[in-house]
């Protein structure tokens, strides 16, 4: 590829000199970051620098001062290997570092951070990291999460507004801008939220798809040459372009025609050259990814006008300029919301209340009396049943719970019945039943959206299916967020459905993110408990996994009270005395452990039931509790989960039985495949029995 040429002609286009400096500045600080970490994608940043400043400049409502302002706009950098690009615009625009939810007087991205890019303990990561650094409204990195993330912030910010915006009063009206890449477009991720968005006419949603036509293999001729355009159009979304990246005039029109587009989301094509300015190596895939050397570094700051022998250089003027634009037009911006809001308030406390405990995590004092306690009953109920009751009692309470299921509410029991409830649809953005059609992986993007606009949101499919959900579930334990999942139809219990559809290591690989919570009741009321647990859990994300078949309802003035889910473990039966042997489970397994248990009492044998539901929440207890529960010295132990028995050793001990699936399942009626698979009370008596028997032997 030819060389930039260092006529007036071919400069990029900008209003002025200072915002030409400033653009420039964004380009030269990426390229001395990732060429001093060794490691970084310095392309994209260069070639998207002027629609980025522009939109940061001119366009984004942010007061940099206050970057927790509630009606702020957000931005996503949805292709997160770019991330120079957003570590330039927070140092720059001069945005504040939060400490403990408070905003100090450091910045948020120090000159220094920028140089410590991608080492360690640095709060410049590879790629951004929501609560790591200030600034960032969303992990991402993963191609395709953060365009549904932004989907679910734009929902947030239509679904606050039906609900608190009052005439005279607009408390929320956010706008959401997510900067998008060839990559992210070719995830089937994005593609799901997309659709879902001109669905749902989401007019306060723009994507920015720098189409720069290079990957890392190539040219993305590669693999990707279909008409986005159209695809977008197809999708219901207003499509606009930029045919030079480096026309700013340009991109103030096409910001400015999404504001003034209604009833559809925009999508802005910006025609960008990967690695602009470098003259060896733009529009080649070779700067994608890889530092650009010394040598063509000083090429592009002879190009760009810079100094040569200087390095992380910032000109003068440049940070006077971000103050001026997004510095003084955020604050203006913010301040006036402020009195917005406090006039509100003097007018709608119990609204400005609601908002305030929103957005702070906090419940009602009284929220918990509504959780339903069940009588006991051999037939019971299925534990999705339960949870459609509990849920629904809760979201009485709590007006800013919302959510759905991937086409699977009849089935999930996750749809809000109470009257007012409603749909969430394009004329009706503040109803509190999604409907995420069938799309689990736009799902969780989306609800990890709507839980970083602090909503307590959740979704809802088949435990099978949370497989097509496992990158957004462990990007919400990554960023802390108390969103949360139902997860139905839990095991082999499926029944005629087959092997397809009956979850068998599911459980197993929930249970290995780190930072999820993960229940799975044995009865009514566990399921009552444990969503008492996800409701008070700040900054944690749970997932709940129910059964499709009838569960018995425990007595429990005969056994212990299902508050002891809260600890994770609790000793459910026990005569009292040393037992001779444990039995442990989970689920629907509990009612197997119990039917031991009773025949072990009548054969003169102490044995002691622990129902399970939560690893997590069990190893967060101190060990006195849980070596409690579990004694150490006593080995004779049988574990009862039908699923994957990876992980179960750590509680039946090196010597104990360990009951469960260690193949897939079969189609067949229940009680068929709970006979072939050995899910019966009299296998775990034989198992106990052996236990005990191994026990006296050593």
């Known amino acids: 590829m030819d060389a930039p040429r260092s006529t007036s002609d071919d400069r990029p286009r900008a209003p002025g000199n200072i915002d030409q400096l400033c653009?420039?500045?964004?380009?030269?600080?990426?390229?001395?970051?990732v060429q001093k970490a060794n490691s970084g994608h310095a392309g994209a940043p260069m070639g998207l620098a002027p629609v980025a400043y522009t939109l940061w400049q001119e366009v984004l409502r942010y007061d940099p001062a206050e970057p927790l302002w509630p009606?702020?706009?957000?931005?996503?950098?949805?292709?997160?290997?770019a991330s120079m690009l957003l570590y330039a615009l927070i140092h720059l625009s001069g945005i504040k570092r939060l400490k403990d939810g408070k905003v100090t007087n450091e910045p948020a991205v120090s000159l220094d951070d920028i140089e410590h890019f991608r080492q360690i303990d640095s709060v410049t990561p590879g790629h951004p990291e929501y609560g790591h650094t200030t600034g960032v409204e969303t992990t991402t990195g993963p191609l395709g999460q953060g365009c549904g993330n932004s989907v679910g912030m734009a929902i947030a910010s239509r679904w606050l507004g039906a609900h608190y915006n009052r005439p005279g009063h607009t408390v929320f009206d956010f706008n959401v801008y997510t900067i998008c890449s060839d990559g992210d477009l070719m995830e089937g991720v994005a593609s799901e939220a997309a659709s879902l968005a001109g669905h749902l006419g989401l007019d306060n949603l723009c994507w920015i798809y720098d189409s720069n036509t290079v990957t890392i293999e190539g040219h993305t001729e590669l693999a990707f040459d279909e008409n986005v355009a159209e695809r977008f159009?197809?999708?219901?979304?207003?499509?606009?372009?930029?045919?030079?990246?480096?026309?700013?005039?340009?991109?103030?029109?096409?910001?400015?025609?999404?504001?003034?587009?209604?009833?559809?989301?925009?999508?802005?094509?910006?025609?960008?050259?990967?690695?602009?300015?470098?003259?060896?190596?733009?529009?080649?895939?070779?700067?994608?990814?890889?530092p650009l050397g010394a040598e063509e570094i000083r090429k592009v700051k002879a190009f760009l006008g810079f100094p040569e022998d200087k390095d992380f250089y910032i000109p003068d003027g440049v940070l006077e300029r971000f103050r001026e634009g997004i510095g003084q037009r955020g604050a203006a911006?913010?301040?006036?919301?402020?009195?917005?809001?406090r006039d509100y308030a003097a007018t709608y406390r119990h609204e400005a209340t609601q908002i305030e405990r929103c957005l702070k995590h906090e419940l009602p004092e009284s929220w918990a009396s509504a959780l339903p306690i069940f009588k006991a009953d051999a037939k019971g109920i299925a534990t999705r049943e339960a949870s459609g009751k509990v849920l629904n009692a809760i979201a009485e309470e709590l007006p800013w719970v919302l959510?759905?299921?991937?086409?699977?509410?009849?089935?999930?029991k996750t749809k809000l019945t109470t009257e007012g409830m409603g749909a969430l649809e394009k004329n009706?953005?503040?109803?509190?039943?999604?409907?995420?059609?069938v799309r689990e992986h736009g799902m969780g993007a989306i609800v990890n959206?709507?839980?970083l606009c602090h909503l307590r949101a959740y979704g809802a499919t088949f435990l099978i299916f949370s497989d097509y959900m496992r990158p957004p579930i462990r990007l919400a334990a990554l960023m802390r967020l108390p969103i949360f999942h139902v997860f139905t139809h839990d095991s082999i219990g499926v029944g005629e459905d087959g092997p397809t559809h009956q979850p068998v290591e599911q459980l197993a690989s929930l249970r290995a993110i780190p930072g999820l919570v993960t229940l799975r009741p044995a009865d009514a009321n566990e399921v009552s408990e444990a969503y008492r647990a996800i409701f008070t859990l700040k900054d944690t994300p749970a997932v709940l996994i129910l059964s499709r078949q009838p569960l018995p309802i425990f007595d429990r003035g005969k056994y212990a009270p299902a508050s002891g889910l809260a600890r994770g473990a609790y000793i459910m039966a026990d005569d009292g005395g040393e037992p001779q042997v444990i039995l442990i489970g989970t689920g629907s397994e509990v009612q197997l452990c119990i039917a031991a248990y009773e025949e072990l009492k009548t054969r003169g044998l102490r044995a002691r039931v622990v129902s399970m539901p939560s690893w997590d929440l069990f190893e967060k207890q101190d060990k006195s509790y849980r070596d409690t529960v579990l004694p150490p010295h006593i080995t004779a132990r049988v574990t009862v989960e039908q699923g994957s028995t990876i992980g179960w050793d750590r509680y039946a001990g090196p010597s104990g039985a360990i009951i469960g699936m260690h193949t897939f399942g079969s189609s067949a009626p229940l009680k068929d495949l709970l006979k072939k698979f050995g899910f019966a009370p009299d296998k775990v008596v034989e198992a106990a029995l052996r236990q005990i028997e191994q026990n006296k032997a050593s």
Not at 75 to 80: N, Q
Not at 403 to 412: H, K, Q, W
């Open 449 to 451: 959206g709507l839980g």
């Open 23 to 33: 653009i420039n500045t964004i380009r030269t600080l990426t390229v001395d970051a």
């Open 428 to 437: 009706s953005p503040g109803g509190r039943n999604m409907h995420f059609g």
């Open 71 to 81: 009606n702020r706009d957000r931005f996503v950098l949805s292709c997160g290997h």
């Open 333 to 341: 911006a913010r301040a006036a919301w402020e009195k917005n809001f």
């Open 403 to 412: 959510g759905g299921a991937a086409d699977l509410a009849p089935s999930t």
């Open 233 to 290: 159009r197809g999708y219901g979304w207003h499509v606009t372009n930029i045919s030079d990246a480096n026309d700013c005039s340009r991109t103030r029109a096409t910001l400015e025609e999404f504001r003034e587009t209604k009833g559809r989301p925009t999508l802005i094509i910006v025609n960008s050259v990967i690695g602009y300015g470098a003259p060896d190596l733009q529009g080649t895939s070779k700067i994608h990814s890889d």
